[in-house]
Nanobody, 117 residues
């Protein structure tokens, strides 16, 4: 059983910053990829940022230069620092872990990020 626990969501004004974190626990063989997706009401879940074990990162175009993903491999924890937030970033953010050893993806329950004045 693998659990992902997210923290750090909330309400922030446009132009502000917010940090998310996600700690994975349980029987993890290889947390090859950890990252974040978001899903606004009525929309599909979309990738925000990924980082693999080697530190290679992938960002969606709309967050490049504003969001930074990082991870602590020893703790199976991934972080997302979000700067210069705008209302279009409002969504539920989901933590994601792909265990390459088991070929299985895991998701956190989601944390709400609201950007509003």
């Amino acid at each position: 059983q693998v659990q992902l626990v997210e923290s750090g969501g909330g309400l922030v004004q446009p132009g502000g910053s917010l940090g998310l974190s996600c700690a994975a626990s349980g029987s993890i063989f290889s947390a090859y990829v950890m990252g974040w997706y978001y899903q606004a009401p009525g929309n599909e879940r979309e990738m925000v940022a990924h980082m693999d074990l080697s530190g290679r990162t992938t960002y969606r175009d709309s967050v490049k230069g504003r969001f930074t993903i990082s991870r602590d491999n020893a703790k199976n924890t991934v972080y997302l620092q979000m700067n210069r937030l705008n209302p279009e970033d409002t969504s539920v953010y989901y933590c994601y872990l792909y265990d390459a050893g088991r070929g299985t993806a895991y998701w956190g329950p989601g944390t709400q990020v609201t950007v509003s004045s």
